[in-house]
């Protein structure tokens, strides 16, 4: 169990070369290593200010018995249209799906999940172009 998670922390690390932080001048969320970590029923708002700039959510389910499903979405902001990276691992491995529909001032729902224990879920927010960053209009991910 151990291996596995190091090993996917690690193809992780590989995927993640060349990114730059969420928040530029703080350096906050811009890995999975340093992902903020969410709950179910919160909303969280944040900018991409740059083509290159990631912002990285983490939901980890640490109990011992199934959770209710979790409803991830991403509301971008009116002026830009922001995409997102659901990654999923598991105690047996991991999947990844990739979410780009809602388009400017869509909404981008990412499914329904119900984390088994010993799950994490990553739901990484990036700009679709190099033209799709604010730094005054700020997206919203809202964990249902």
Known sequence: MRKLRIML???L???MIGVQSAFATTGQ????ATANPVTKGSNYFGY???ASDNDWYVFENTGTTSSSPIYPRLISPISTDLDAQLIWITPTGFSSSTFTTGGIGGVDNLGGY???PGSIIYIRVYP???AD???TDS???TIG
């Open 9 to 11: 922390l690690v193809c």
């Open 29 to 32: 969320y811009d890995g999975p």
């Open 133 to 135: 960053v604010s730094t």
């Open 13 to 15: 690390c590989v995927m």
């Open 128 to 130: 679709h172009t190099s």
């Open 139 to 141: 997206y919203i991910l």
């Open 48 to 50: 991409i200010d740059s």
């Open 114 to 116: 119900a984390i088994s």
